[in-house]
């Protein structure tokens, strides 16, 4: 397909350039990202006020896309803090605790505990309701502290967050980017790629961590008895009734959930529908059992931080979303207006008939250019733009644009999500009280060879 490309595209490339370098620079983007956006509306609609009507527009768009993420995510958080007051959340997390009889064990345990804590609940509130439950019992089967944040990262921030099957907020976004109707665009092609790169970065790190243990069991030990006394208090908390009645209901509400979306296909947004529901039909239960006639206030304060919760981590992404969004012809359009074409789409073709592009160099453009979104320290600010890279590539030389764009947000996602980039685990390492610098250090290698082993995997897929 030929395409003419006008000054339109030359000034969106420079502006995606300029984004890139900021995120190389470990800056925040949503400064060059609202530049873009002006730039561009200003070009396209030849006037200042159609250049302000365009950043708008782009933000309108960016956020009728990601409300339900946004919303989703809130109402979790909102149910993780209910459930804390309640005391359901340590009573939940405690059959896990009393499996860890060992510092191998304690590793997967705990990591397995993240990852499906973090699947449902997302890993931010799992670092804390993990940390504060489980993190205190692998330390005292030998697991040490550095060993133990990185299984939280690795299994939570890693392998939660980038494939994200249940809340479904980050396949949502690059699918949408991408052009997919819903995220089972992305969420089926991602499978092996996730598979793969999940079991090398786990196993590496495993086996790397024990190599670390049996050097340093002094330290260990002294961890082991500072951690003992820490928790002799903690044993002797009070559980109401309540507290064991919503610990039962959480595993059965969700595990009925995960049967629904199986027996019924239910996908997309319907899927995250019903996790949202039973989210937030648990937070209100736990809180009118606990409260009773103060329940009216409390669920008010748990939705109000909930959604405080969401806001901030989405905001920044839906503004450097409506810029990337210009990438695709369908948002585009949106923003733009129905003569808009998507600029990155464009781009994609005339390179494709201009330099020759195989699947090879294009899977690792999509890696490296995943890395590199992801170097802002969320993980999330990248997706629309591999989704849209995606989209581009995957139109330019008849690739399967489902696993390019679940690669780029592989590689986005554990990056920049708090497994590699220090500024990103910040969390994780305080709850730990180990180095955020020396966790990224002992993450690099696990986390390099697993996404290599996905591009592989994405390569013969194509």
């Known amino acids: 397909m030929e395409v003419q490309l006008t000054s339109l595209h030359w000034i969106y490339i420079l502006m995606v350039l300029l984004v890139l370098v900021t995120m190389i620079l470990r800056r925040d983007t949503v400064l060059p990202c609202f530049i873009g956006l002006f730039v561009i509306g200003l070009a396209a609609k030849g006037s200042l006020i159609g250049g302000l009507q365009v950043v708008y527009n782009a933000l309108i768009a960016a956020g009728n896309e990601f409300w339900g993420i946004i919303a989703i995510i809130s109402l979790v958080v909102a149910m993780s803090k209910a459930l804390a007051d309640v005391g359901a959340d340590y009573i939940v997390m405690q059959p896990a605790a009393r499996a860890m009889v060992n510092p191998s064990i304690a590793f997967w345990v705990l990591g397995i505990a993240m990852l499906l804590v973090s699947w449902f609940v997302w890993p931010s509130p799992a670092v804390a309701l993990i940390g504060a439950i489980v993190l205190p019992v692998a330390v005292r089967a030998g697991l040490p502290a550095m060993g133990a944040a990185i299984s939280m990262n690795i299994f939570g921030h890693g392998i939660g967050l980038s494939s994200d099957y249940f809340i479904q907020g980050a396949p949502a976004i690059t699918a949408k980017s991408a052009g997919f109707a819903d995220a089972s665009g992305v969420i089926g092609p991602s499978i092996p790629l996730w598979l793969t790169c999940s079991v090398i970065a786990s196993v590496t790190a495993f086996v790397m ?149 195989s699947r090879i160099p294009v899977a690792f453009i999509q890696l490296i250019i995943g890395a590199i979104t992801g170097l802002d320290g969320s993980g999330f600010s990248g997706l629309p733009l591999v989704g849209s890279l995606a989209q581009t590539f995957g139109s330019a030389i008849a690739a399967d644009k489902g696993t390019l764009a679940a690669l780029g947000q592989i590689a986005s996602v554990w990056v920049g999500g708090g497994t590699v980039v220090p500024w990103g685990l910040i ?36």
């Not at 319907?270 to 669920?299: H, P, V, Y």
């Open 427 to 462: 969390p994780v390492a305080a709850i730990c009280g180990v180095d955020p610098m020396e966790l990224a250090r002992r993450n690099f290698i696990p986390v390099v060879f697993g996404l290599l082993g996905a591009t592989v995997v994405a390569i013969f897929l194509m």
């Open 209 to 357: 961590l024990k190599k670390d243990i049996s050097k340093n069991q002094e330290s260990i030990k002294a961890e082991q008895k500072q951690m003992a006394k820490e928790q002799e208090a903690k044993s002797n908390q009070k559980f109401t009734w309540v507290s064991y009645f919503i610990a039962i209901l959480i595993p059965v509400a969700f595990g009925l959930d995960v049967v629904f979306l199986y027996l019924y296909e239910i996908r997309g947004g319907d899927a995250t529908a019903l996790i949202g529901g039973t989210a937030a039909a648990i937070m209100c239960l736990a809180a009118i059992l606990q409260f009773g006639f103060d329940s009216l206030e409390k669920i008010t304060d748990y939705i109000r931080d909930g959604f405080m919760f969401g806001i901030k981590i989405f905001a920044p992404v839906i503004v450097i979303g409506g810029f990337f969004f210009l990438g695709s012809e369908g948002t585009a359009k949106v923003i733009l207006g129905e003569q808009a074409t998507g600029l990155l789409t464009d781009l994609g073709y005339a390179l494709a008939n201009n330099v020759p592009l």
